[in-house]
């Protein structure tokens, strides 16, 4: 961050100088207002700390006179004459800030750590609204809506699939949609009229689950006062969606594919077989095949369940969903808490944008429902989680026990791109000369890595 000290006074425009070369900045000084104009005209400073008092042209007419010729630094005026008018003129006439004399050297840098956090967020929201500007209209399926073009290809077979009877393994993190992308495949299916079924094979205990996949017959066990139809014959007609596959049960997963295989069932205590029209859709947040590599899940079940797989990248993988996902959450908990809300303001985008979403969609839908319910439909910033305001990314460690350099290195190199261009305030040529690599080569990874 490159900083200008214009005052007349030697002793404490020095003393300031090598005070914020000490805290890391890039510092030039001028004796006046006149030779402050002269520098700027040449050179690009991020803040300007002026003094009002000069004896050729006072803080104030230089401030007039620096933003009529194009500047765009930020301007502190220091004063030890200040009263609350002339600070409020200061700022009227386009002073970010105004600092008293004699100022110690914590308010001296807080105030320019201040100035800086502003000027970071501003290129950040820039860049957004360069980048929004550039993308297509959000892709709509059924209820999935989505303008990444990581997901283009997923929409594309899911609408390709979704007319046949053909079972589907959804796979991704936990929140990134799997449920709601099988409800689309529903909708979008000839079963559309019929029931669409969710079980959690996680959610039920081991000893129930048969009985909620298959049903039961009266007095087949204790409690079992009448039959119940099972999860499968809820869905008779329709798709029933079995999340979590990978906590079925050895057992289950035999009479699963058996079931998948012949299109019949055996309830619990029956007698007979009976057959079932159902279209069966499949999610997971687990690997299945490391899985089946572990002895976890059969074989020959994971090839009968992914016929058709579709893979959801994670919300940081995608970040030009976060956008259109955070104005749907918003408006749609909005109308329904009855909350008269305004737009989400601009001054919000770069935290979301930045920040990575572990919990995907579920947290960014749950951020906004208490977005609104804290700021009453008049959000800021300062209603955001302070983990969310606060993230700054960092350099993983191995302290997880993981020191394998093939899964971690694409992280690393990831990050440091990150830096460089934060440090360089976007100016890829830069960048490029900090990471020591081509111009060519960082485009690349910044496409690769989402960070364009």
């Known amino acids: 961050m490159r900083v200008l000290v214009v005052d007349d006074e030697p002793g404490l425009r020095e003393t300031v100088a090598l005070l914020l070369r000490d805290e890391g900045y890039d ?8 030779e402050a104009l002269r520098r700027t005209s040449r050179e ?40 609350r008018e002339t600070a409020i003129e200061a700022l009227r006439r386009g002073a970010y800030d105004y600092l008293p004399k004699p100022f110690d050297a914590d308010e001296l840098v807080l105030t320019l750590r201040k100035a800086e956090e502003r000027e970071r967020l501003r290129g950040e929201l820039q860049a957004l ?17 989505s303008r990444s073009p990581a997901m283009a290809p997923v929409l594309e077979v899911a609408a390709r699939v979704a007319p046949y009877p053909t079972t589907v393994l959804l796979t991704g993190e936990s929140g990134t949609g799997k449920e709601v992308l099988a409800r689309a495949i529903h909708a979008a299916s000839h079963r559309r009229d019929g029931p669409f079924v969710v079980l959690n094979c996680a959610a039920i205990p081991e000893t129930l689950l048969e009985s909620e996949l298959f049903g039961h017959e009266r007095g087949a066990f204790t409690g079992a006062d009448r039959a119940r139809p099972g999860v499968f014959g809820e869905a008779e007609g329709g798709t029933l969606l079995l999340d979590e596959i990978a906590e079925l049960p050895p057992t289950l997963q035999a009479k699963l594919l058996r079931a998948l295989q012949e299109r019949k069932i055996r309830r619990v205590g029956g007698q007979g077989e009976l057959p079932v029209d159902v279209r069966i859709l499949v999610a997971t947040a687990k690997d299945l095949a490391a899985e089946v590599h572990a002895g976890r899940f059969r074989n020959d079940l994971w090839y009968r369940i992914s016929v058709v797989h579709l893979h959801l990248p994670p919300l940081r993988a995608r970040p030009e969903d976060i956008p259109v996902l955070a104005e749907h959450f918003y408006a749609r908990h909005a109308a329904r ?43 800021t910033p300062a209603h955001l989680p ?9 350099i993983p460690t191995a302290d997880d026990g993981d020191l394998s350099v093939k899964r971690r290195l694409p992280a690393l190199e990831r990050e440091l791109i990150a830096r460089a261009l934060e440090r360089t305030g976007g100016n890829r040529t830069r960048a490029a000369e900090l990471l020591e690599l081509s111009v060519r080569a960082l485009s690349y990874k910044i496409r690769e890595y989402g960070l364009d």
């Open 27 to 34: 510092v030039a000084t001028a004796a006046g207002g006149e």
């Open 337 to 379: 808490l009855g909350i008269d809300a305004v737009p989400l303001p601009a001054e919000l985008w770069p935290f979301l944008v930045r920040y990575p979403w572990p919990g995907n969609a579920r947290e960014l839908e749950n951020t906004m429902e208490r977005l609104l319910v804290l700021s009453g439909g008049r959000p």
């Open 129 to 145: 609204q360069k980048r929004l500007a550039t993308l297509t209209e959000p892709v709509g399926f059924h209820g999935f809506v």
């Open 386 to 394: 302070a983990h969310i305001r606060e993230w700054r990314a960092t």
């Open 44 to 83: 690009t400073f991020d803040v300007l700390l002026v003094d009002l008092r000069m004896p050729d042209i006072d803080g104030l007419a230089f401030l007039e006179r620096y933003r009529a010729a194009g500047g765009a630094g930020l301007v502190v005026v220091m004063t030890a004459y200040g009263t």
